[in-house]
């Protein structure tokens, strides 16, 4: 036999979650009893009021049918006195006048023979002549079925001559010796019934109706106005041969959940005692789970400062330094603790630039501090390291300002990477240059061709010259000799200026930025432009407005740009008809830009082709390798330019670029 330790043996230890159990049930079971009780107390007045109501229309149907009995008493003793003949036809006239003066529902009374002919009646002084029928065909059937069960019967509702107006038979058959001698007819008009049988004080709560059997209203009685159809009852009124049906509405609405300003009361102090509880059940469970999450936070953003790449720096407004994440240590090679607490200058900061660190230190502490910026930091090793620097203002609960927060981005890898491109840029332009060269290199050489052909010729004619001179023993005329030496030196200065400007084109250079003139700079590729010309029979004109401003940019770059459109525009108009080959270049200055355009009445571009127009490695030629187009527009955009393309309305393509003109234009 074995025992277990009270050790070991499990307790229930009232705390942790168990603690709130028993207040959470108690709180329930209050809620719960705090709701119950209204609904309870709603369900009772609501079954009251149905049961009243029900009463009521019972009472208010017994009295209806306690006077349709009535009526059917006093027509019985009148039919009774008639089937033995005790009335003439004048005191039976008094006596039917009398009850319709009586019975204000009684809209008349009327006697009617064996034969349904009409002789006598309250509302006509004298009887109708008796060969003419006086009754419906439906009251006929009633009176013909009350004969046959020799007892008197309604007929069905009928509408009366006023508007609106519904009214009732009784048929009452009259024997006399077991033998039939006639009917009385005593017709009821329903709205003054229930206006005289139903009391005041029922109306006020009740909207009243006779209906028939398929639930249209007959007569209606609604002092208070239209039932709101919460409690209803309907009762038949038992009448023999009609379907009429008592139907009440009354006009109370369902009882309110909070019927009395004393069980509202006691649910709204309820209410605020809960609510106490719950706001204080709620604050301490905000309190712990603050308390939780403020640890879990802040071992969160632990990890998440020792997982950063970017650096951070928090500094007061007096320009000390607060806090620093790893990143940031990494970045400048020195341990936290050799920066929290220093003031400038700071140890990171790299000699060359001491300068501007002080003067943006300077800003900050005015509380202009750049919120974006490229500065250089020196790393303990010696090591210069290019930064990208975020500031914004550190924020205290109530809104001051309590010091300034960095965050710092070593950007060497990107600087490397824009290094790269430029150098990229500058072999792909310099690749695209040499292209061009050596597609105008047939052109070219026909282009020296001819002024080496004509220094050849002049030289040798003043060879020839002194040849002759010399064999006749006489001197040479200088006179002679001149015009041929000076239009030889005219031909090599020709062909000397187009092998510089080739030179000067293929040429691998730095982009040197200067002030240049847009004439100046089109005169200067305009022999490399005509010779293009030339090959296609294109004339090119040009029309540069006078007094153009001068723009800031590389004069080999925009030469470029300007002999690839050029060159394009020659080569689209290859296929039109000579009169139209002509090639325009125009300048004009709007709204501070220098706008050159090449306008070409060639071919024109299609839709198709003008979205990827200035994707690189697009070409429409079959030998070209898509990147001419593509090249302008970097080096357009590379001076803060646009080169765009429109339609020309004579035909062909205009394409323009435009850049940012300086202040004055060169002489």
């Not at 009850?99 to 809209?107: C, F, G, I, Q």
């Not at 009251?139 to 004969?147: F, K, L, T």
């Not at 914004?392 to 109530?398: E, K, M, N, T, Y």
């Not at 830009?593 to 697009?618: K, T």
Request: hydrophobic fraction near 45%; proline fraction near 6%; glycine fraction near 8%.
């Amino acid at each position: 036999m074995t025992s277990t330790s009270p050790r070991a043996r499990p307790r229930f230890v009232l705390g942790g979650p168990w603690r709130w159990l028993l207040p959470v049930l108690l709180v329930l079971l209050f809620l719960a009893v705090l709701f119950w009780l209204p609904w309870q107390a709603r369900q009772m007045e609501t079954n009251e009021r149905q049961e009243q109501l029900i009463a009521d229309t019972l009472w208010v149907e017994q009295t209806i049918r306690f006077e349709l009995s009535r009526i059917e008493e006093a027509l019985a003793a009148l039919g009774a006195e008639l089937s033995e003949g005790k009335l003439d036809e004048a005191a039976l006239q008094a006596r039917l006048a009398q009850m319709r003066k009586l019975t204000h529902e009684l809209e008349q009374v009327r006697w009617f023979d064996p034969g349904l002919r009409l002789r006598a009646s309250s509302a006509a002084p004298g009887a109708p002549s008796p060969g003419l029928p006086s009754l419906r065909a439906p009251a006929q059937d009633a009176a013909e079925m009350a004969r046959a069960g020799r007892a008197g019967r309604y007929a069905e509702p009928y509408a009366g001559a006023a508007p609106g107006q519904r009214l009732l038979d009784y048929h009452l058959p009259l024997f006399r010796d077991g033998a039939y001698v006639g009917s009385l007819v005593a017709t009821v008009d329903l709205k003054v019934l229930l206006d005289e049988t139903v009391p005041w004080w029922f109306a006020q709560d009740n909207a009243i109706s006779l209906v028939d059997r398929d639930d249209s209203v007959l007569a209606k009685r609604a002092a208070a106005g239209p039932g709101r159809g919460v409690y209803t009852h309907k009762r038949a009124l038992d009448l023999a041969g009609a379907s009429v049906m008592l139907a009440t509405d009354s006009v109370k609405s369902e009882p309110r959940l909070l019927p009395n300003l004393l069980v509202g009361s006691v649910v709204l102090l309820a209410l605020g005692l809960m609510a106490s509880l719950l706001a204080l059940w709620r604050h301490i469970a905000r309190r712990l789970a603050a308390e939780g999450a403020l640890r879990q936070q802040m071992a969160f953003r632990t990890a998440m400062e020792n997982s950063l790449v970017t650096g951070l720096r928090a500094r007061d407004l007096e320009g000390r330094v607060t806090y620093v994440n790893p990143a940031f240590c990494e970045m400048v090679g020195l341990p936290p603790e050799e920066l929290l607490g220093k003031s400038p200058p700071m140890p990171y900061w790299a000699p060359e630039a001491m300068a501007v660190y002080q003067q943006r230190f300077a800003a900050v502490l005015a509380g202009e501090a750049t919120q974006q910026f490229e500065t250089i930091f020196q790393r303990s090793d010696g090591v210069r390291v290019p930064v990208l620097i975020f500031e914004a203002p550190l924020v205290d609960s109530d809104g001051r300002q309590t010091g300034w927060m960095s965050s710092i981005l070593d950007i060497s890898d990107l600087k490397r990477v824009e290094e790269l491109n430029r150098q990229q840029q500058e072999k792909l332009q310099a690749s695209a240059r040499l292209a061009t060269m050596g597609e105008i290199s047939s052109m070219l050489a026909h282009e020296l061709n001819q002024p080496l052909a004509a220094i050849a010729s002049y030289t040798t004619g003043a060879l020839n010259v002194l040849g002759r001179a010399r064999a006749k023993g006489q001197g040479v005329d200088a006179g002679l000799l001149q015009p041929a030496l000076e239009q030889a030196s005219l031909q090599a200065q020709r062909a000397g200026q187009i092998i510089r400007s080739v030179h000067a084109f293929v040429k691998k250079r730095e982009p040197q930025r200067q002030q240049i003139a847009v004439h100046a700079l089109v005169e200067g590729i305009l022999a490399l432009i005509e010779l293009q010309a030339r090959k296609f029979y294109v004339m090119v004109e040009t029309s540069i407005a006078p007094d153009l401003p001068c723009v800031s940019a590389d004069r080999m770059m925009l030469e470029q740009v300007l002999l690839n459109l050029t060159r394009n525009g020659i080569e689209a108009m290859q296929d039109i008809a000579p009169g139209r080959r002509l090639l325009r270049i125009a300048a004009t200055c709007e709204q501070g830009q220098v706008c050159v355009a090449v306008i070409d009445q060639g071919h024109g571009i299609a839709p198709e082709v003008a979205a990827r127009l200035f994707s690189p490695f697009f070409s429409t030629k079959a030998e070209g390798m898509g990147m001419g187009l593509s090249v302008c527009r970097s080096a357009v955009e590379f001076h803060g330019g646009s080169l765009k393309h429109a339609a020309n309305p004579d035909g062909g393509t205009i394409f323009s670029f435009s850049l940012p003109a300086q202040a004055a234009p060169l002489g």
